[in-house]
Structure formats: C-alpha cells, structure tokens
C-alpha cells in the first residue's frame, strides 16, 4: 500500500466495505458527485477492481497490434496480469500470464512476438492456444499436461477493437450488438490494414473514475484545451441538447457528404455503455493535428473524403476513441490503485504509410499529448481537492455534464447489480 492508501483507509474489512459500498452507491443522489471514499479508499478501489474491471467487458487493444500469429502484447488489469495473442489460425485469445506451474508471470514485456509461450522460470512451455506443451521430465508419470493449460479470458473482437473479460461468465447484455455494430461502423478503416504509429502511457495520480469523468465532459475544454479547440467542437454527440442550429445544419451537410460515400455515421447507443457517432470537426479541418491539416498522406481503409470527422467510440468503463479518416486514436484507462491510473493512447495510420514520409509521430501526437497532460493535472487537482476533509459531493450541471451523470449511472447501477 502506498502512503495516501494508508491515509485513507476507512473499512476494517472488506465485508464492511461491501456494506458501505452498497449503501453509498443506493443514497447518492445521482445528479451530484460521488462520495469521498468511492474516489480516495482502497477498500473501494479493491472493490471497483473485483465488482467492475474483473467482472464487466474491458477494452484492451486493437486486432493490428497483434497482425501475424505469436504476436502478443500484455495489459495489468489490477493485479491481473493478462496475455493477448494471436493464435496460428489467426484467431485472438487471451489467457491469464500466469504460470500453471508455480504461478509466475510468463510474459513480462509490454509487446513482443514468440513461437510458443515459454515462463522464464523453469521454462514450462504453452502453445498459442494456451495448452502446455512442455513441462520437462521432472514433473513425473501421473502428472497431467491437458489438466495444466492457461487460464482463458473471455475475449471478443469488433471492428477491430479487442475486449476481454476476466469474470468466469460475461456480463449479460447487449455486447454483442455492440460488437456487430462497431463491425459495420469500422469497415471503412480496414483495421486489418493500420498499424500502430506512435504510443503514450501516461501515470495519473487519480482515481481511474476522475479520469472518465473528465472525458466524459467538455465544461473544462474551454479553460484548458486550447490545441484540441482548434479542430473539436464540444458538443458530446449529434444529440448534445446545447447544439445550435449553425451545427445542426452543418452536421447536415457533412452527413450527406458521408452518406454519398457510405459512411456510417448514425448515433448508435447501447445503453450508456457503449456508444458510437461521427462528429464533425470544425468547420474547415481534417483532423485532430495542431492546425487541423492532414496527419498522414495515406488515407485509412476505403476513405476518399479527408473530412470525415471523427467517429467517437466510448466503451464504460475504460475507453474513448476518435476514428478520423487518416489516422485513428484510441485510448484505455487502466486503475493501478486507488488514487492512481495509466492512460494510454495508441495512434494509428495506414500500414504502408512511411513514418516520415507520410506522417510525422511528433506531429500526430502532438494535440493530444497537450491535451492528455492537462486532463491529467485536471484529475490530479481534482482528486486532491476530494480528498479534503471539507469535501462533499457537488452538482453536476445537467446540459454539460450529462455524460458524466451518465457514466455514474452506468457505474452505479453495474456496481450495485455486481456487488449483488
Ligand atoms: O474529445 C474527447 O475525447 C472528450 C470529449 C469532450 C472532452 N474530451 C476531450
Ligand atoms: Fe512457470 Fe515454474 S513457474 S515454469
Ligand atoms: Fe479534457
């Protein structure tokens, strides 16, 4: 436990805390903040991990990470440590990297490519698929290599984006709709045909729900965003209720743009889970750069038209995303405690765009380095305001802030179904 987990910890155990919890999350009143210790102890953070991120469908990474079979990278969903390969018949796993043998982590590095699975202890070795190979000859007679495999992750892929979920039954749901529909709304960009460009990870000394909720609103854009205003405009969606006429009509125009060339780009919710629509951005530029001028020579997948907006993908509780028509920027939101979370944004272009030649990755990541780095002193201010002994849960404005009373929606609710 670090120092802030020590001060704050509040429960003696974690059935009192479930207790708490519960209670908390069934008398907040839904249009303000949330209680302190849902954002500061580690009694709730232990719980968000078990009833939230080892229980519901988390968004890890994209399908052309990992192109060709072997290829793997690793994510830290708390304090589990998961593998995503690409299997020899092209398909993607996931399994727990963890060692059948004594439990170590098999894979430690961040992204790499291998012919099997091989656990740098005392080199028990898995296929692919997960099933162990190889355990040498010291494990005797009775011993049985198919009882021995690693554990699997549910995992699913749509458009490109990979999920997994650690529960031992996936949530119920309408996620395969979601998927089905991401299919169709990603099919322009050809994901199988992008690679990754450039890659930030960034530490925030804030609790991972401080980091959603300040993207979930743009009541802080004007104040701090001055790189992303020049090309994002700060309605949420096509649906925002403080969109002018001016934009409603110039959302029109774009849109029979799109249409012409069979662009999806309809509003499409599920639940407040997960959510997909194309927004333009403004008036005149192509994407999110510092001028709003072109990121990469190559156009992604089948696009013709540089203005394409950017189709926005949210995915509770872990990730928002800007599909642009060349280049795509997706983003994943991992807790590491309490008071502490990794952002990481990935950029993502034409495979055979040339790095410079055709994009430059200072340039395609410049906005939103600026932008992340002042979310992120946004989030730690925040998060040292709260946990102020003055601190009290504070109202959320309903025309700017719908999307974060949304998101506490989702979380409440989810939350309280889980903890059961
Ligand atoms: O563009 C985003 O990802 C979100 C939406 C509004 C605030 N934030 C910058
Ligand atoms: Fe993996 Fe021993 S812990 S081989
Ligand atoms: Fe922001």
Known sequence: MTQNDLLNLNY???????????????????????????????????????????????????????????DYFTVEV?????????????SINAFHNSCRHRGSRICSEHRGKVANLVCPYHQWTYDTKGNLLFAGTEMGDGFDKQQHGLKKAHC??????????????????????????????????????????????????????????????????????????????????????????S?????????AE????????????????????RMPLKEGTQVM???????????????????????????L???WNHMQSDHFIVFRVLPISAQESLVTTKWFVHKDAVEGVDYNPER??????????????????????????AYEPGPYSKTYEFGVINFLDWYTDTALKNLG
């Open 12 to 70: 003696s155990s974690l059935e009192q805390a479930r207790e708490e919890m519960t209670g908390l999350l069934k008398e907040r009143n839904r249009d303000y903040s949330l209680p302190q210790p849902l954002y500061n102890d580690p009694h709730m953070f232990r719980l968000d991990m078990e009833e939230i991120f080892q229980k519901e469908w988390l968004f890890v990474g994209m399908s052309s990470e990992i192109p060709s079979k072997g």
């Open 78 to 90: 708390g304090q589990n440590p998961v593998l995503v390969v690409r299997g020899a018949d092209g």
């Open 156 to 245: 699913k892929v749509g458009g490109g984006f990979i999920y997994v979920c650690l529960a031992k039954e996936v949530p119920e749901g309408d996620f395969d709709e979601f998927l089905a529909t991401l299919d169709e709304y990603m099919e322009p960009y050809d994901v199988e045909n992008t690679k990754l460009a450039v890659e930030s990870n960034m530490y925030e000394k804030a609790n991972w729900k401080l980091v959603i909720e300040n993207n979930r609103e743009c009541y802080h854009c004007e104040g701090n965003h001055p790189e992303l205003l020049n090309t994002l405009l700060e309605w949420d969606d096509t649906n925002d209720p403080r969109a002018p006429q």
């Open 247 to 255: 934009f409603l009509d110039y959302y029109a125009r774009q849109a």
């Open 258 to 277: 799109w249409d012409a060339e069979g662009i999806p780009h309809k509003h499409k919710s599920f639940g407040v889970r997960n959510r997909i629509v």
């Open 289 to 315: 750069t510092i001028d709003g001028e072109q990121g990469c020579n190559k156009l992604l997948g089948r696009i013709k038209n540089r203005h394409l907006g950017s189709m926005r993908i949210l995915h």
């Open 317 to 319: 509780p872990n990730s």
């Open 364 to 389: 395609l990541r410049q906005v939103w380095d600026a932008t992340n780095d002042q979310d992120r002193v946004l989030g730690e201010e925040n998060q040292l305001g709260i946990n102020s002994v």
